[in-house]
């Protein structure tokens, strides 16, 4: 029975050991895909916990997520970028716009090994085409700003929620936001034209 005894202890002392080895050996791993990350792509690089607090909690902090950092790029270039350091070194990456969702989807799961990928810094308004009747924008354009340009050159876009001046164009995409005009212009993904690609932005028709 002692020698039974033992050898439960014996594991237990082994498989604490071999955690606290691991834990070491995936927070030197951290530290290097961090510093991979950071000189991979251009744009903002926050790993600071007091800074990326505001990008781990949802609107209605209920869901509060972790991550190894979170990353604002530039251009279609620099996403692309981040994601290949990430699928070279099994990192799950969590897209977020305005993070206007209710359901907790912008948040990291707190357990993941992940980093937030804010599109914020994507705002550009690429083009208004009159005679196509389509609006170019970047992904991390606020949908009351499209809105308006498209108003300015009398038009309609007719996509309209209640956060319509903190949500981001590619967070309605991605949930295929409806609004108070659904049922006559459709979901943000009939609006759509064409996709992100690692070149060009998204492009909507207009009214």
């Known amino acids: 029975m002692a020698t039974i005894e033992h050898e439960r202890v014996r594991q237990t002392i082994f498989k604490r050991a071999l955690s606290m080895t691991d834990q070491v050996s995936q927070a030197a791993s951290n530290e290097e895909f961090i510093k991979l990350l950071k000189n991979s792509f ?8 007091n800074e990326k607090a ?11 997520g972790n991550a190894l950092a979170v990353v604002q790029p530039l251009t279609t270039q620099d996403v692309a970028a981040v ?22 989807g912008s948040v990291p799961n707190p357990n993941d090994r992940a980093i937030v990928l804010s599109l914020v810094k994507l705002n550009q308004i690429r083009q208004v085409d009159i005679a196509n009747n389509t609006i170019t924008v970047e992904a991390g354009c606020i949908l009351e700003n499209i809105q308006q340009q498209a108003l300015a050159y009398d038009r309609l876009f007719p996509l309209s929620l209640a956060s319509q001046g903190t949500c981001t164009i590619g967070g309605n995409l991605s949930s295929n936001a409806g609004g108070v ?18 070149r060009t932005p998204l492009r909507f028709k207009c009214i």
């Not at 505001?54 to 509060?64: G, N, Q």
């Not at 994601?83 to 907790?104: D, M, N, W």
């Open 42 to 49: 251009n744009g903002r690089f926050i790993e600071d916990e």
């Open 54 to 64: 505001h990008f781990l909690l949802d609107w209605r902090k209920r869901y509060k």
């Open 83 to 104: 994601v290949q350091c990430c699928l070279q070194h099994k990192v799950a990456i969590v897209p977020q716009g305005g993070s206007t969702g209710l359901s907790g």
């Open 181 to 198: 005009q659904v049922l006559r212009y459709g979901n943000a993904r009939a609006l759509c034209i064409s996709a992100c690609t690692n």
